[in-house]
């Protein structure tokens, strides 16, 4: 049985972190979604686990043990962690033009962290959520990332759109939207546990 590990970045005491207009945070984004992609994959059958329970920021040193324990404790081949976060072209209040989803992997990542970015960056395109970044050909985009570099199993962290993008920020914080963000993490983990894993 694959073992799912979802993490869902900061915390509601990380300062800065959300849109300009202050409607969207990104902590308590991240764990909105993270909280349905659990649950759609739960009702799926699948073993799911969140590792950031809390609404406080937990540090990276912690959250990679919490992955790591359970991958010594079942085999790390099995299991696979996804961080979900929100993007931000800059950190100063002000709005910008970029838009769109990415999959970012470790700079040490394994060929199946970067399969599993693929698929998930592949859901993304379906789904319309491109917006106007240059899509790598491989469908990931490597990054010095501690939830990736430190864990011993594949890693992807995804940039779900740009709250300081107008346009993205609407589709953030619409129902539209954050069952698109869902279904892309939903989908891309079910695509990789079957066409890679199998
Ligand atoms: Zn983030």
């Known amino acids: 049985m694959v073992k799912i590990l979802i993490d869902n970045g900061h915390g509601v005491n990380t300062k800065g972190k959300q849109s300009p207009d202050g409607r969207l945070r990104e902590y308590a984004f991240a764990r909105e979604i993270a909280k349905r992609v659990e649950s759609c994959l739960k009702c799926k059958g699948y073993d799911v686990e969140r590792i ?29 962690v996804v961080s979900i976060h929100s993007n931000a072209a800059g950190c100063n209040g002000k709005w910008y033009g970029a838009r769109g989803f990415s999959a970012h992997v ?16 592949d859901k993304a395109i379906e789904l319309g959520l491109k917006g106007n970044r240059a899509v790598p050909n491989d469908r990931y985009i490597p990054q010095d990332l501690a939830i990736c570099r430190n864990t011993l199993c594949p890693a992807v962290l995804t940039e779900n759109l740009f709250y300081d993008n107008k346009e993205d920020l609407e589709l953030l914080l619409s129902e539209d939207g954050k069952a698109a963000i869902t279904k892309l993490h939903v989908d891309g983990i079910i695509d990789y546990i079957n066409n890679v894993l199998r």
Request: hydrophobic share 40%; charged share 30%; proline share 2%.
């Open 52 to 80: 950031v329970p809390e609404d406080f920021d937990i540090s990276l040193s912690i959250r990679c043990k919490r992955v790591n324990d359970i991958c010594r404790k079942v085999d790390a081949k099995n299991v696979l």
């Open 106 to 121: 470790g700079l040490n990542a394994s060929s199946n962290s970067k399969k599993l970015a693929a698929c998930l960056w």
